[in-house]
């Protein structure tokens, strides 16, 4: 028999994590943070979260708690992640040593949790091993992991099928169907009408989208979008500041060559954004270092900031803060915490949807007031999703064909449920 347990991420967006048996062994999948309560929780008290127990974090709602799997903690054969989104890797280091298990996950997503690792001051005793797309590796003698191809907001995610002798489990959390990928390939649809001949029992799946009675566009229609407000909106003379999701390499990619267009200079302010671009150039996945100057830290962003105050109009400008959070770039250029010489009609373009959490949502709205009263123009929204929405669900159903469907990211599934 075939157990799953919803450890957590099924009736809300966040803390990810589901473990999946058979007989005596078990599969970690997912093992991340719910990040309004992680920031609530770590905001402002902790210089080293390394003297953090995970039972405060368990406590605070912000990491899975996987307390409701501790008989089965030595069955643990291998902690598994998706892709490198914190919703989805955060909690590695809070809970993974725990586990004398590996972590296995793709180069990327590797390189995210060694630097989430460094930033936090936790070692892992967890060897992590990279295993690319569409290669499988042997657990055991009754378990077999496959990394099938997918799409998404960030490089290098994977649809994650388990094999067992009882049947394969294709965990598929989160991805979207991108025909035309602006980093990497697109989905491996063959693979996936395989397995629906081959026989999937059960399948786990995104439906943070499932109500939208679409298809989700293509990244390559958020570059369009970029570049008919960069390229099609007159900004001579303008500030021009752009800011996004720091781990979709593929949309800053677009907005570097949007940049270049301009004929402006691109720098890169925010440390999340530094971090995410180095973790793409230690495995030669992008090189924004030869395309824009890239400052991470607060005090040299003050320096660079007032190094070319009097030409802003010579350069691009991408920072953090897409959904307003307090201590981001955006933020503090916005409420006078880093000087800038805002003025009537310079550009700010959010290249990203507001999360809709009570947080983000009050953030977002204050960040946008402080911008109205520096007169900024605001392009909002040039986006577009990450995740399936209805028509490709239907179309991952219509491939492989499963017996049972378990939705994450739903409404009426109660979390730490096995079934």
């Known amino acids: 028999m075939i157990e ?41 008290e902790f210089d080293d979260l390394s003297t953090v127990s995970p039972h405060d974090l368990q406590k605070a709602g912000a990491i899975p708690d996987d307390r409701v799997i501790s008989d089965w903690r030595r069955q643990v054969k291998a902690i598994v992640p998706t892709h490198g989104h914190l919703d989805h890797v955060g909690a590695i280091v809070f809970l993974s040593n725990k586990y004398d298990a590996p972590i296995i996950c793709t180069p990327f997503t590797k390189e995210i949790i060694m630097a989430i690792s460094r930033d936090e001051k936790i070692k892992l005793k967890n060897e992590v091993k990279e295993l690319t797309s569409n290669h499988s590796y042997k657990i055991s003698e009754k378990i077999t992991i496959e990394f099938i191809n997918v799409t998404h907001s960030i490089p290098q995610t994977v649809m994650v099928a388990v094999h067992t002798p009882e ?29 629906g001949k081959e026989g999937v029992k059960v399948l786990i799946s995104d439906s943070t989208r499932a109500p939208n009675n679409s298809k989700t566009p293509s ?34 990619k677009s907005i570097i060559e949007m940049g270049q267009k301009m004929g402006r200079k691109i720098v890169f302010l925010g440390r999340s954004l530094a971090k995410y671009a180095q973790a793409g150039e230690n495995i030669g996945l992008v090189h924004f270092s030869k395309e824009a100057e890239i400052v991470g830290f607060a005090k040299k962003i003050k320096k ?86 209805k028509e490709d669900l239907r179309d991952l159903i219509n491939m492989v064909k499963p017996k049972h469907i378990v939705p994450a990211h739903g409404d009426d599934v109660k979390e730490r449920r096995c079934i």
């Open 219 to 252: 990244e390559m229609v958020a570059k369009e979008m970029l570049r008919d407000v960069m390229l099609g909106v007159e900004s001579r003379g303008k500030a021009v500041i752009v800011t996004t999701f720091a781990s979709h390499l593929a949309r800053l």
């Open 167 to 195: 049947g394969t489990v294709l965990y598929a959390n989160d991805f979207k169907f991108d025909n035309h990928p602006t980093i990497g390939r697109m989905p491996n649809y063959e693979r996936l009408q395989e397995l």
């Open 304 to 389: 660079t900031l007032n190094k070319i105050k009097g030409n802003l109009d010579k350069y691009l400008l991408v920072v953090t803060g897409h959904q307003g959070e307090p201590t981001s770039t955006l933020a503090k250029m916005a409420n006078g915490a880093i000087e800038f010489p805002f003025r009537p009609e310079d550009h700010v373009i959010f290249s990203c949807n507001v999360i809709p959490t009570e947080t983000n949502i009050t953030n977002r709205n204050a960040l946008e007031e402080k911008l109205h009263q520096h007169r900024v123009r605001i392009f909002k929204d040039i986006h577009v999703s990450g995740h399936a929405s």
């Open 4 to 44: 799953i347990c919803a450890v957590g991420g099924y009736n809300f967006i966040g803390k990810n994590m589901t473990a999946l048996r058979y007989k005596d062994e078990v599969i970690l999948l997912d093992m991340g943070i719910y990040l309004d309560k992680y920031v609530a929780f770590t905001e402002g």
